[in-house]
């Protein structure tokens, strides 16, 4: 049947190219596609995961509650504790505290309204995805790292001092004198607004907390269950859960992969509807060769096979190619990366997303496709090569000649 | 005999008009009890809020014309200043770079979280500076005044005060905005005579703008004849 479907293939080249092409490029569409989708999901969720939560994220329970007024009175005390019980747990890469709180900067008679973040510079992946424009990470207590935006708008660069002001978790509110040590700039948009980053320890003195943070990330690398890390820390007024749930994008992430799914089916059924008209033009066109092949002994249904055949390795070599091209297309993106800012992308801060996405394809999913593709286009072919089963050879060929 | 009782019907009303009091009057009285020249005072705000109960001890330093010096004297703020000077506002903090200075609408910030903003806690206490007064009505114990601000620069445009007779201390308030909006009403207790003037030594603030939740400042000593230099009142001051 390879033979003579092959055969048959090449005898109408420009049938069979028409056909061809259409699946190349709803290959080359979808697989483009999908690797942008791929691209911005993997990079929303990792800006997640490394900037926002962890992959498992621990507050206080009360924290949570009251989260709008932001209680630091509820911070998790004792977090070097905690993290040190944290990291026995099998699958725990690493731990680190964080506090994140509103405050003001002061510079002569100027002031700003700021994002301070107190991290450990060591275990934080706060700095994975960016540049340090200049300068250094800092070394002493009272030394800041600060975002190249604040840098701008303050007018301030390396060793220039200013103070910040902030609530403290007794009610009351205090302001700390610091230093300019370095200036950061993130790739992950969110980041690169009007903050600075104090060490946890220094900023937990200003805030009197108790070698405390206002959240815990915990780093995995397999499936971790939040149950897990509950049972070795043992505190009931701790709330432990899993990034995805706490989240939006990782709640909308499953949405819309369907979603890329849907439409990765309706482009290929467009694409398909090509090869349907070239289906059923080639039986009408092959009406005399169809009735011979019944006249020697082939059984219709044989003879609809040859044809859903042909279609299937029609399909199965455009998306062959098509994978190739989209897959050469895609890591050429993969390499130089596509600017969402210059893209209009800086509307959709708040999502974790990056200024540089890399695109990208896992190679089952080229598989996928292929599969995919060759499945609508052959079952799209399946009712009009139902019309070979009522031809009657001798009528036929008589109509032919 | 109708004549006589004409006469004696004028003479009764004279007479009332000779001893009843005007509101400016209550008014005056009241300032001559409120300001003082000077004042040291050593007090505890209790602060309570839906998240629980804070207190912190704190000196506060002032003088009639509203220079305020207010210094946090115990627990981890220790050291913390704030420094009230015409409309603007001086914070020291200890371990700040710098003295950061607050005007305008930040004096309407509230003082370490609690019920009573910055401007609530220092200026010129001065009604008849600043207000028109209205007497509402009066009670065997007290005068209900209602003020109306001069200037639009009042942190509260109107207030309805309740004021003893005997005392001349406002023993409630409601402390609304230009619109009459209530914004915080406040009620003291606890008064004593100091030297001549009559102090009351506990004060709860509401704010009304918040879910619930209130303050009280109580007085722990009093001190109002020591002269205080106008350095104290000084930014320089403020970091020594």
């Known amino acids: 049947m390879f033979k003579l479907a092959w055969k048959n293939i090449l005898r109408n080249k420009r049938r069979s190219i028409l056909s061809a092409s259409a699946i190349f490029l709803a290959i080359i569409m979808v697989s483009a596609m999908l690797s942008l989708y791929e691209g911005m999901i993997d990079d929303m969720r990792q800006n997640t995961i490394d900037h926002q939560l962890g992959n498992i994220n621990i507050k206080t329970k009360l924290y949570i509650e009251n989260e709008r007024i932001l209680p630091l009175q509820f911070y998790i005390s004792n977090v070097d504790e905690k993290m040190g019980k944290i990291s026995q747990v099998e699958g725990v890469v690493s731990s680190t505290a964080v506090t994140r709180i509103p405050s003001m900067t002061f510079l002569g008679e100027e002031s700003y309204n ?37 840098a701008d708008e303050m007018n301030i660069g390396v060793k220039d001092a200013f103070t910040f002001l902030t609530k403290t978790a007794i009610g009351g509110s205090n302001a700390l004198g610091v230093t300019v040590s370095g200036i950061y700039s993130s790739n992950n948009m969110d980041m690169n607004n009007l903050n600075f980053f104090i060490s946890n320890k220094q900023l937990s003195k200003t805030l009197r907390m108790v070698n405390g943070a206002t959240e815990i990330f915990v780093f995995t690398n397999s499936t971790v269950l939040p149950s897990e890390i509950e049972k070795v820390i043992n505190d009931s007024t701790l709330s432990i859960t899993d990034w995805k749930d706490n989240s939006l994008i990782g709640q909308l992430l499953d949405l819309v992969k369907v979603m890329y799914g849907f439409i990765e089916v309706i482009f290929l059924l467009f694409a398909s509807t090509i090869i349907l008209n070239t289906t059923m033009m080639s039986i009408i066109e092959r009406k005399r060769e169809i009735a011979t092949l019944v006249a020697l002994g082939y059984s219709p249904h044989w003879v609809r096979r040859l044809f859903l055949f042909e279609t299937a390795l029609l399909t199965l070599l455009a998306s062959i190619l098509g994978s190739v091209v989209g897959g050469i297309f895609i890591s050429i993106l993969n390499k130089t990366g596509l600017d969402m800012i210059a893209m209009g992308g800086g509307s959709v801060s708040g999502y974790a997303m990056s200024s540089y996405i890399y695109p990208f394809l896992p190679f089952e999913n080229y ?34 000649t | 005999m109708k004549k006589k009782l004409i006469i004696f019907t004028l003479m009764a009303i004279v007479s009332f008009n000779l001893f009843a009091i005007d509101v400016n009057t209550i008014v005056k009285n009241y300032d001559n009890n409120s300001v003082f020249e000077t004042s040291i005072v050593e007090s505890l705000i209790v602060i309570k809020d839906s998240l629980g109960t804070s207190k912190q001890n704190i000196k506060s330093w002032s003088t009639k014309d509203g220079k305020t010096l207010i210094e946090i004297t115990d627990g981890p703020d220790q050291g913390q200043k704030v420094l009230r000077l015409n409309s603007s506002i001086f914070l020291y903090y200890p371990e700040a770079n710098q003295i950061i200075r607050l005007q305008g609408s930040a004096l309407k910030d509230s003082f370490m979280g609690s019920d009573f903003s910055y401007e609530d806690l220092s200026g010129d206490d001065s009604i008849i500076n600043n207000y028109n007064a209205t007497l509402m009505s009066e009670d065997n114990s007290s005068y209900i005044v209602k003020l109306q601000a001069k200037s639009r620069k009042e942190p509260y445009q109107t207030q309805i005060l309740t004021i003893e007779k005997i005392t001349f201390v406002c023993t409630k308030a409601t402390l609304m905005s230009a619109s009459g909006k209530e914004l915080r009403k406040m009620e003291s207790s606890d008064i004593r005579k100091v030297d001549d003037k009559y102090v009351a030594f506990k004060v709860e603030m509401v704010d009304l703008l918040k879910r619930q939740g209130s303050t009280t400042l109580i007085i722990e000593s009093l001190d109002l004849q020591t002269p205080l230099d106008d350095y104290l009142f000084s930014t320089d001051n403020l970091s020594w």
């Open chain 1, 367 to 400: 598989i996928y496709l292929i599969i995919i593709a060759i499945t609508i286009s052959t079952l799209t072919c399946y009712f009009p090569t139902k019309k070979i089963l009522k031809i009657q050879p001798a009528k036929a060929l008589h109509d032919e």
């Open chain 1, 114 to 150: 700021v994002i301070t973040y107190g991290v450990d510079f060591d275990t934080s992946r706060f700095f994975n995805q960016g540049i340090l424009n200049e300068g250094t990470f800092p070394t002493k207590d009272k030394q800041v790292l600060i975002s190249s935006k604040l």
